[in-house]
């Protein structure tokens, strides 16, 4: 089974506020094992320019998933509304 990606694009508009998604969300990440390839500034060369960008990895589709739809993660969802701009898509890797 191919792993798959949570890429996140972030601006943040609330930094106090956003400081609690901050706290809660790596348990949701530690429960189904992600690991961050990449976070942070990034150069914007066509499209929106977020303020952050992130990319996660996961072991499967179905991990990154439920990762997404856990309790942990609601609860950061929940602390992060109001505090950021977010668009996050999921992608399974190419089976090479």
Known sequence: MPKAYWIA?????????YQG???VAPEA???FGARFL???EAET???????????I???SIDQA??????EEYRTARAKRAGACDADIALIEALDN
Not at 65 to 70: F, G, I, L, N
Request: aromatic share 14%.
């Open 9 to 17: 694009n972030v601006t943040v508009t609330d930094r106090e506020a």
């Open 21 to 23: 998604y901050q706290a």
């Open 29 to 31: 990440f530690a429960r």
């Open 38 to 40: 990449a976070r942070g």
């Open 45 to 55: 060369l066509e499209g929106t320019d977020w303020q952050r960008r992130v990319i």
């Open 57 to 59: 990895e996961f072991d």
């Open 65 to 70: 998933r439920a990762c997404y739809q856990s």
